[in-house]
């Protein structure tokens, strides 16, 4: 339940900075970022279920995700991963911060 209270905390940070949830990147694919700023061509991915065995962990979802990065690089796209356990800690959002500054967006 904490897990949960701090992911959602996080995530209206996200936006409250000017990110886009469920961005479709790709034009043919179907993928989504969990958020990002198209404009400035910067994403945001918490990769859920890292300690469960859960699908990016698992052989054909890990693969599918080093597609989908990839792909998103080729495109321009700049992408911090996170895992739910990263989005507590402070330097999570520094991070963050910082990527969406140096692109030049207004909100962060």
């Known amino acids: 339940m904490k897990a949960d209270i701090g992911r959602m905390v996080f995530e209206k940070w996200l936006l409250s900075i000017g990110a886009e949830s469920e961005h479709r990147f790709h034009p043919t694919r179907r993928w989504r970022f969990d958020f ?3 404009a400035i061509k910067v994403a945001v991915e918490i990769e859920g279920g890292t300690w469960a065995a859960g699908r990016h962990t698992r052989p054909a ?3 599918g995700d080093c597609c989908k990065y990839n ?3 080729l495109l321009g796209w700049r992408v ?3 895992t739910t356990q990263m989005i507590g800690n402070p330097d999570t ?3 963050i911060l910082q990527l969406v ?3 030049g967006h207004e909100k962060a």
């Open 36 to 38: 990002a700023w198209p």
């Open 61 to 63: 979802g890990y693969a």
């Open 71 to 73: 792909a998103a690089v």
């Open 80 to 82: 911090l991963r996170y």
């Open 93 to 95: 959002r520094d991070e």
């Open 101 to 103: 500054k140096e692109e």
